[in-house]
């Protein structure tokens, strides 16, 4: 069955990185675009970047553009984010997900990781 595994959340300080990785499995993802997302406790799911999985090109929240960076190898078939200078409101939920660009009409994800906990103190 279809799985994206995320991993590579931790406890940091403020200003400091960390690289999240989702690895996906069970089917060929040539023709997906892979998201992250995360959620905040009380607040709502944020999307946060968007890679095309063939071409590479990504694009990105406002919020979080010049600090984090999505990458994907697609021999290891997975995805990075890399999250730089860390602040505490970046505290959440990551998640990836995954949709097929051949039928993704902007709205609901067609795979979805179980999510790794990143949390930011001062």
């Known amino acids: 069955q279809v799985q994206l595994v995320e991993s590579g959340g931790g406890s940091v300080q403020a200003g400091g990185s960390l690289r999240l990785s989702c690895a996906a499995s069970g089917r060929t993802f040539d023709s997906f675009l892979m998201s992250w997302f995360r959620q905040a406790p009380g607040k709502q799911r944020e999307w946060l970047a968007m890679i095309g999985w063939n071409s590479g090109s990504a694009s990105y929240a406002e919020s979080v553009k010049g600090r984090f960076i999505i990458s994907r190898d697609a021999a290891k078939s997975t995805v990075y984010l890399q999250v730089n200078n860390l602040r505490r409101k970046d505290t959440a939920v990551y998640y990836c997900?995954?949709?097929?660009?051949?039928?993704?009409?902007?709205?609901?994800?067609?795979?979805w990781g179980q999510g790794t906990q990143v949390t930011v103190s001062s």
């Open positions: 997900a995954a949709a097929d660009a051949r039928t993704w009409t902007g709205g609901e994800y067609d795979y």
